[in-house]
């Protein structure tokens, strides 16, 4: 009797005990579920989110800003030469009588005005403004001695306009070439780029239209537009 009360003591004792470690059991099972369970959501908000978010378009780059040297760069094209126009030979005879009744002054003049704040709209003047694309305009050629002059004189005109951008720099040094420009050559193509430099500083400030007495008169292009005794037609570039 003592023998089988002290096996059945150690098989009521030896109960609890594996009861527990089969709720134990249970018990971390459970947790490794919810574990994978989760994971499981993780999984697919991640999926998800890529579809919505792969769709979009990347960010455009952010263009930097140009410096001193860009613009002074962007400022070359003031040099360049229109290239001459080549006409037709069987468009030769009848160009002299079309030309002057296909003048485009009056839509340029349309085309120029929002851009001139600082100089007044006066009816018929065109302004350089109004060159936006490619076109023939009518230059009178210089001989080769003023052409080797006016070659000498318009980079200063061109390098003043760059010096101009900088802090407390004014345009001095650009009138002084154009003003030599406009006077010893007013018809040449000298003196059409010195007029598109002259209307870009207007456009910054009304005050330089003032100091270097810039009228709309003075930045007329319209003569150019047609041709006249002695001038050639050549192809003019938009400044970009």
Same mark, same amino acid.
């Given at each position: 009797m003592a023998g089988q009360r002290i096996a059945l003591e150690i098989v009521v004792d030896a109960v609890p005990a594996t009861v527990s470690a089969g709720k134990g059991a249970k018990t971390v099972d459970s947790i490794w579920v919810k574990i994978a369970g989760a994971a499981v959501v993780v999984v697919v908000v991640i999926v998800v989110l890529g579809r919505f978010t792969g769709d979009k378009p990347e960010p455009a780059p952010v263009e930097k800003d140009k410096t001193f040297y860009d613009m002074a760069d962007r400022d070359k094209q003031f040099n360049e030469e229109p290239k001459p126009v080549e006409k037709p030979p069987a468009e030769t005879a009848q160009q002299p009588a079309a030309e002057p009744q296909a003048q485009p002054e009056q839509p340029a003049q349309e085309t120029a005005s929002p851009a001139q704040p600082a100089v007044a709209q006066v009816p018929g003047v065109?302004?350089?403004?109004?060159?936006?694309?490619?076109?023939?305009?009518?230059?009178?050629?210089?001989?080769?001695?003023?052409?080797?002059?006016?070659?000498q004189i318009l980079p200063y005109a061109t390098a003043g306009r760059s010096i101009g !951008? *900088?802090? =407390?720099?004014?345009?001095?040094?650009?009138?002084?070439?154009? +003003?030599?420009? %406009?006077?010893?050559?007013?018809?040449?193509?000298?003196?059409?780029?010195?007029?598109?430099?002259?209307?870009?500083?207007?456009?910054?400030?009304?005050?330089?239209?003032?100091?270097?007495?810039?009228?709309?008169? !003075? *930045?007329? =292009?319209?003569?150019?537009?047609?041709?006249?005794?002695?001038? +050639?037609?050549? %192809?003019?570039?938009?400044?970009?």
């Open positions: 065109v302004l350089p403004s109004s060159i936006t694309q490619p076109t023939t305009l009518y230059f009178k050629p210089l001989s080769e001695e003023d052409d080797i002059a006016a070659q !951008r *900088l802090p =407390i720099m004014q345009y001095g040094l650009m009138m002084k070439a154009i +003003e030599q420009i %406009e006077q010893r050559w007013p018809d040449s193509w000298y003196c059409f780029r010195a007029k598109q430099m002259m209307e870009e500083i207007t456009q910054y400030s009304d005050r330089y239209a003032m100091m270097y007495k810039i009228t709309p008169q !003075r *930045l007329d =292009i319209s003569k150019f537009l047609k041709p006249r005794r002695g001038t +050639e037609p050549r %192809e003019v570039q938009p400044i970009r």
